[in-house]
Structure formats: C-alpha cells, structure tokens
T-cell receptor
Framework: SQQGEEDPQALSIQEGENATMNCSYKTSINNLQWYRQNSGRGLVHLILIRSNEREKHSGRLRVTLDTSKKSSSLLITASRAADTASYFCATGEGAQKLVFGQGTRLTINP | GAGVSQSPSNKVTEKGKDVELRCDPISGHTALYWYRQRLGQGLEFLIYFQGNSAPDKSGLPSDRFSAERTGESVSTLTIQRTQQEDSAVYLC?????????????FGPGTRLTVT
C-alpha cells in the first residue's frame, strides 16, 4: 500500500529557481527518507530525517518534517539542469520496511 | 566498492513463461529488498530479507512470486507463469543492517516485459 503522497505530481521551473516538493503520510513513522530517480531506474538516497527531528540540511537540499501534520517537504535551492529527475519520499515503518509515494517529476528548464 | 548489481537489465518473455531475476547486494549488507515499479508509478514493496531471519513476504502479490537469498549474498526473484500485468521494473536494494534505520542502496533494476 502507498502511504506517502507527493505533491505536486509534476513541477517545471527555470534553472536557478528553488523547487519545493511536499509529502504527506498517514500513519506513525520512525523516519522519512527522500530519494531521487533518474531515467526510471535505480534510486539514489538523498536524505533521512528521523521522527524526532524537524529540519535537516545537505548541500542544496533542505528537508523539514512536521509529525503533527504528518507531512514533509524537500527544498532544492539554486536548481540545476542535473536536478531533473523524479523525487520520492519513503516512510519507515516497523522493521525496516519503506513505503514509497508516487513521486514528483521535476523538470529544470535551462 | 561495487554497488548493487542486477541481471538481466532487460528481459522480454512470453506470457506463461517463468522468469528469474538476480540481485547481488553490496558486500556486507545484511538486509536486501525487492520492489516493483510500474510505469510512472511509485515503488511497490515485494519482500525483504534480514540476515538469517525469516523474510518478510507480505508484499508479494500472488503465489506466482517467490524469492530466495543465499546467506547474506545473492538473491533471486522468480515469477512463474508470467502475466502481462507483471511487466514492470524490478528493483533490488540492500542496506547495512536491519537493526536501525539506514539508507537503502538501489540497483539499476531489471525491466521485465511480458508479451
């Protein structure tokens, strides 16, 4: 079953602009992770935020987590053409099982 | 070191035939996962292995699907009597351990097409 739902489903912005993607989920979680997927193949882990954390940074990425609203956001600052990909949030439940959302397709226009 | 590898990268098969997909996890990773991704969709959990414990098979969609893992190494996902709805990319991932939360490292996937 899908728990995370990303919003928007697709996002197109100009290079240099910031991109914000949101993820909502339904049940209690241990952690939430964001992954990037290029060309419909293997996923690359971007960042993990634990349920007791509110914000985390990694380079141009900023992730927030609001457990009261059961939502998370991924912000990519100063976007580049290479950021064009699909982005998925995944919630960690129980014993190591990740539940992925449907993803946001991000297109960066030069 | 080497990442997660999967073979074949592409597989075209006729409806009703059996297929076997292979995954080589990162050396030393005790947890291994299989996912299915239909075109334009998110990842659907199938099964995961954690060391020598019984695998979590709760995501397998039918009894035509089965998976095995030899110790903490290679895993094979077998689909018997394939159907057209089995067409998808099958992704394998491994992580360092299951006793805590670690990132999953994904292989490039096997694109299965059932004609």
């Amino acid at each position: 079953s899908q728990q995370g739902e990303e919003d928007p489903q697709a996002l197109s912005i100009q290079e240099g602009e910031n991109a914000t993607m949101n993820c909502s989920y339904k049940t209690s979680i241990n952690n939430l992770q964001w992954y990037r997927q290029n060309s419909g193949r293997g996923l690359v882990h971007l960042i993990l935020i634990r349920s007791n954390e509110r914000e985390k940074h990694s380079g141009r990425l900023r992730v927030t987590l609001d457990t009261s609203k059961k939502s998370s956001s991924l912000l990519i600052t100063a976007s580049r053409a290479a950021d064009t990909a699909s982005y998925f949030c995944a919630t960690g439940e129980g014993a190591q099982k990740l539940v992925f959302g449907q993803g946001t397709r991000l297109t960066i226009n030069p | 070191g080497a990442g997660v590898s999967q073979s074949p990268s592409n597989k075209v098969t006729e409806k009703g035939k059996d297929v076997e997909l292979r995954c080589d996890p990162i050396s030393g990773h005790t947890a291994l996962y299989w996912y299915r991704q239909r075109l334009g969709q998110g990842l659907e959990f199938l099964i995961y292995f954690q060391g020598n414990s019984a695998p979590d098979k709760s995501g397998l969609p039918s009894d035509r699907f089965s998976a095995e893992r030899t110790g903490e190494s290679v895993s094979t996902l077998t689909i018997q009597r394939t159907q057209q709805e089995d067409s998808a990319v099958y992704l394998c991932a491994s992580s360092l351990t299951w006793t805590g939360w670690y990132e999953q490292y994904f292989g490039p996937g096997t694109r299965l097409t059932v004609t």
